[in-house]
Every structure is written in structure tokens, then in C-alpha cells.
């Protein structure tokens, strides 16, 4: 009997449904692809867990839910960037959901207990403007929060030292897993300053962000860090020796986290470092550092 009345009632549901093709066409529109049921992409931003990497704040009332952002080949692209970063800093792939349509200049990272990832069309496009590497800094940056989310960093507390560290998690990534040339590096940092406007807002300064990119990078160095070395390493440095009035002496004893090796080539590129920040390496020098 109970059966009955359970098929009963989905029939009678079903059958209200195909009433409306319309309905049925707004359900799947708002459930398909969702990492939430019934939600729309501009309705997350309810969430007070959200990291917002872009200027606007949430995705457009006309944003929705799809499978796939500018075609598949740069959709595959994306996942594979995702995937890969995930890899590097030992956790399993995020999960990753896509905002289509108009207002969706914007890539989010969701903490706990979320954990995921959402990227909007048009912040892909935009990224793809500049090239791929772009969406493979903007890629790892978001992981990189996910990894800030999920293990406790950064460890050291400081105005700006998320947006730093994610950055330098970003410059660590390009190096280890997307490409050996310094330059492949600079239009990812050009699409990131776009975005983040002349003054930084909470992701730093223009100095700030270069200098942090260009840390991560010469981190990767000498291999693969742990999470924990990578964030202990990168404000070891930043804050030692980056900051200004903080250069050291070349003589000043290494903390035993540290590598040997890699400390000694930290040694040789501190002034590189602190001219960066300092901004007496002028962007376009930046722009043709060495490779390592
Ligand atoms: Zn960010």
C-alpha cells in the first residue's frame, strides 16, 4: 500500500511538473552543476567563508550554473591547472563549480566546510586575454587559499599576508608545475595587477605582489617543499629580508627549517628581492629577471 502511494505522489508530481516546461527548464537551470541545490551563482555570496579574489563582490543576478566556461578546451584547461595544484600541495582535486553568463568577473574559495572552488566566466575570458599562464597563477592562487582554509596559514599574522602568501603559493606552482621560463610568468602577473587595481586593496601593493611571486617562484628552486615549508619559508624570508630596514647580513644564522642549499641561494637573490619591493627594479626589469 505504501508503494502505492509513493508512486501516486511521484506520478502527481511529475505530472504537475510537465505542466511547465518553463519550471522544469528554471529547476534544472538552477540545479545542474550547483554545488548547492535551488541556489543561484549570486546567492552564495551569503557565505561568510568566501574569499573574494576579484573587485566585485558577488556574480551577477544573471549569472548561472554550467558545465563548462568559454569552450571545452579552456574548460579542460582550467581542470587540469586545478587538479595539478591540488596535486603539488597534497590534497585531492577540488572541487570545482562554474558561474556563466554576465557578472561573473570573479573566482571564489570557499573554507570549511564548503572547500570549494567557484570560477566565473568572465574572469576565465579575461585571464585568457592575458594567456594561459594567467589562469594557471589565478588557478593556483585559488587552491593556495585552500590550503590556507584547510591547514591553518598563514602562520604569520600580518595585514595583506593571505593575499602574499597566496601569491607566492601561486609563484611556487608556475615554477614546479607549469614552466621553467621566468617570462611565461609575467602575464599572469599583469591579468592578477588588473584585477587587483593600482593600490592592491587587501591583496597588497603592486611591490608587495611582485616581490611575493617572484619569492615563490625562487623557492621551488631546489625541489618540492611541504605546505608547512613553503609558508615557513616564504615569511622567513619576506620578513627578514624583503621588508624594508630588515636586509640582513649574509652571516646571520640560518633557522634549522631551512635548507642549506636553498638558503644559500635565497642569499644570492635577497637584494634582487629587496629591490623589487624597494621598486627600484622598475616593472619592466622585472619583467626580465632570470630564470633562476
Ligand atoms: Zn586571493
Redesign the pocket.
Known amino acids: 500500500m505504501k508503494q502505492i502511494i509513493k508512486l501516486m505522489t511521484l506520478a502527481i508530481l511529475v505530472s504537475l511538473q510537465s505542466c511547465d516546461k518553463q519550471e522544469i527548464e528554471k529547476d534544472i537551470a538552477l540545479n545542474a552543476n550547483s554545488p548547492e541545490t535551488g541556489v543561484l551563482p549570486n546567492e552564495l555570496g551569503n557565505h561568510n567563508t568566501a574569499?573574494n579574489?576579484a573587485t566585485v563582490s558577488q556574480f551577477g543576478p544573471n549569472s548561472y550554473w554550467s558545465n563548462t566556461l568559454v569552450n571545452t578546451s579552456e574548460t579542460n584547461f582550467l581542470k587540469q591547472q586545478n587538479n595539478n595544484a591540488s596535486n603539488l600541495f597534497g590534497i585531492s582535486n577540488v572541487p570545482l563549480y562554474f558561474a556563466a553568463g554576465s557578472g561573473t568577473f570573479n573566482a571564489l574559495?570557499y573554507g570549511p566546510p564548503n572547500n570549494y572552488i567557484i570560477w566565473g566566466e568572465e574572469m576565465l575570458s579575461g585571464a585568457l586575454n592575458y594567456g594561459r599562464s594567467a589562469v594557471a597563477y589565478i588557478v593556483a592562487?585559488?587552491v593556495a587559499?585552500q590550503i590556507q582554509f584547510r591547514q591553518g596559514y598563514p602562520s604569520v599574522r600580518g595585514a595583506s599576508n593571505?593575499?602574499l602568501e597566496?601569491d607566492g603559493f601561486a609563484g611556487y606552482f608556475l615554477r614546479r608545475s607549469y614552466t621553467s621560463n621566468w617570462s611565461d610568468v609575467i602575464p599572469a602577473y599583469n591579468f592578477s595587477q588588473s584585477i587587483a587595481g593600482s593600490n592592491g586593496s587587501s591583496?597588497g601593493t603592486a611591490a608587495q605582489r611582485r616581490s611575493s611571486v617572484r619569492l615563490g617562484w625562487l623557492l621551488a628552486n631546489n625541489g618540492t617543499l611541504s605546505n608547512a615549508n613553503l609558508d615557513y619559508n616564504f615569511f622567513y624570508y619576506y620578513n627578514s629580508y624583503i621588508l624594508p630596514g630588515k636586509l640582513k647580513s649574509s652571516n646571520i644564522e640560518k633557522p634549522k627549517k631551512i635548507d642549506q642549499g636553498l638558503h644559500e641561494f635565497m642569499l644570492t637573490k635577497i637584494k634582487e628581492l629587496n629591490d623589487i619591493h624597494s621598486g627600484k627594479i622598475s616593472e619592466e626589469e622585472y619583467a626580465n629577471l632570470s630564470n633562476n
Open positions: 574569499h579574489c574559495s592562487h585559488e587559499h593571505t593575499e597566496a591583496h
